[in-house]
């Protein structure tokens, strides 16, 4: 899918965002319900396990604006809209020459805690490359998301769903399976198949350090004047890294990160989804961060 690690900065927003106060808000923009964020990950160039040889490089860098909008105290929709620009560079890639890519992501997310000791997250995505956005059919890739985490006792959560994706010559859906712990109001451990493992401590209100594994993942197809024309690709790996996290609640956030890229695989396949050449990339550094801002 490629787009999980965006979606986790948005349950990140404090639980309580519409709860029942003493002096409750009369509006809205109290809540800093408009978003402004980017993010950027970048790994250093890893080599290819392939009769080709040769080493890989892959970077992403994303912006995008979201819009909290209350439907009870309990429930409300987060539209976003972001733009995505990614580089994956293999210099000795016989299918095709293009290494820089871009798109565009309409994407849906809805909250609830409506249900007693259950909180559950449905999100829909629509990726659209900005160069073809006149074929759809050929160049768009719609993901989703399904996750209900329930509260199974006072310092344990268990997590089910399911996720997957459909477009590009491929469709594929996975279960959603995880449980998370918090021995004190400090440390949550969580493990989450296949969106997020992680170990954290919360130093205060502001302040977060993590021991994270990201998946990093895209999907996408290469343009129609290649070597092999408009074949489609998929990159697939994981990362672990050690995550500093700042965040004035409702109002900003700010991430950064370093970790070791554990290696991962890379396809290419024709137009039509045949014919698939599979190559495994090998380890690699990365680092990166991401800005968040509420108006």
Known sequence: MGQQLLFLSFILFPLFLFAEEETPSHSLWDYHPLHVSAQTLQTAKADVDAPQGGDLYFGKTMAYVSMIVPITKTSYFIPRVEWV???????????????????????LLFYSKGLEKWRWIVRGEYNLDLKHFSEPSLYGLFSWLLWGAYDLAEKWRYHIGATGFVGLEGEMTYPLLGIDYSPTPQWTLEAIFPITYSVQYNLNQNWR???????????????????????????????TELNVHYEIPLRFEADFYIGYNTGGDFYIKNQHGKNALYTEVQGAPY???MLNYGF
């Open 85 to 107: 620009q990614f580089a994956l560079d293999w210099d000795k890639n016989p299918k095709f020459d293009e290494t820089h890519f871009s798109y565009t992501q309409f994407a």
């Open 287 to 289: 680092i990166g961060g």
């Open 209 to 239: 350090f993590s021991l994270v594994g990201r998946p990093m993942k895209e999907r996408f197809r290469a343009g129609s004047h290649e070597p092999q024309p408009r074949s489609v690709f998929s990159y697939s790996s994981l990362g």
